[in-house]
């Protein structure tokens, strides 16, 4: 069964961990990696032969507009993944479009390709923000990979369903939440520290797990989950340094398996698959 393999396109300074310790102001002045990093990414896919999406900033869109030709250009996905990661519960449905439409803009301006799927900064759509599928829907999105069905001290709907659904009934949207792992008892999800941290064969039990009951997993980490080189924020809260900066060093090695070990594509083919089962 094809599985999902997305990356969440973004800096090292712009993840949720961070946002008390780096302001918003500040991140035109700190080094930037995510032209390095995703690159890096972009030659393991290469060498491994596989298609992902990149769910993609319109704030690093901007000012890396060649990056994401060569994501498209190698036949990958350009998604949308926001314009600066505010979090989805921290906007209203009027900001969140205006959001959506600054980050389509730029995406499509530079992969010269539409953008059709959406993924919130940390899984942020919950029910916390009824609106937001309706207005990905009338924004004319395909599919949306922003629902963590999971109890999170920092995200989750944990109602949702865990396989691909239609969030709104007259409308062709379909959402695939994040696939979920399980860890002492624990449901979390699959892809980013997660999967760094931890022993592969806890993803692969969940990917499995999900296959068996006919359900196409979704993985998805960031490039800077393999950057050793990334600047160090010291003074950020213990927790959030723990889940950022450990085992960076051992990302590409894992993802390398984790790749060959399943079959793997863009999500908008796995949306496809998955649409024809909804109808
Ligand atoms: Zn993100």
Do not use: C
């Not at 920092?154 to 239609?166: K, S, V």
């Not at 806890?202 to 979704?218: G, K, L, Q």
């Amino acid at each position: 069964m094809r599985n999902g393999l997305s990356v969440d396109v973004e800096e090292w300074f712009q993840v949720g961990a961070f946002e008390r310790t780096i302001r918003k102001d500040d991140w035109d002045s700190l080094e930037s990696r995510v032209e390095y990093n995703t690159g890096a990414v972009l030659d393991l896919f290469g060498e491994t032969g596989v298609k992902a999406t990149f769910f993609t900033l319109g704030w690093v869109a901007e000012r890396h507009p060649a990056l994401i030709r060569r994501i498209v250009g190698e036949g990958h996905e350009i998604a949308s993944h926001g314009w600066d990661h505010r979090r989805v519960f921290t906007m209203d449905a009027d900001t969140f479009r205006a959001d959506l439409r600054r980050a389509r803009g730029v995406l499509e301006d530079a992969a010269g390709v539409a953008v059709t799927g959406y993924r919130a900064p940390s899984f942020s759509i919950d029910q916390r923000t009824p609106w937001a599928h309706s207005v990905l829907a009338e924004e004319e999105y395909a599919y949306s990979s922003s629902v963590a069905p999971i109890r999170h001290d920092h995200y989750g709907w944990a109602d949702a369903p865990r396989r691909a659904y239609r969030p709104i009934a007259d409308a062709d949207l379909t959402e695939l939440p994040i696939t979920l792992g399980s860890l002492g008892g624990k449901k979390v999800v699959t892809g980013g520290g997660f999967f760094r941290l931890l022993p592969s064969a806890v993803t692969y039990a969940a990917i499995t797990r999900a296959n068996e009951e006919a359900r196409p997993a979704v993985f998805y980490f960031h490039p800077w989950d393999m950057d050793p080189g990334q600047p160090r924020v010291t003074n950020a809260p213990l927790r959030s340094k723990f889940r950022h900066y450990s085992r960076l060093e051992a990302m590409a090695g894992k993802l390398r398996g984790l790749v060959r070990k399943y079959d793997w594509g863009r999500v908008d083919q796995v949306i496809a698959v998955e649409r024809e089962t909804l109808r």
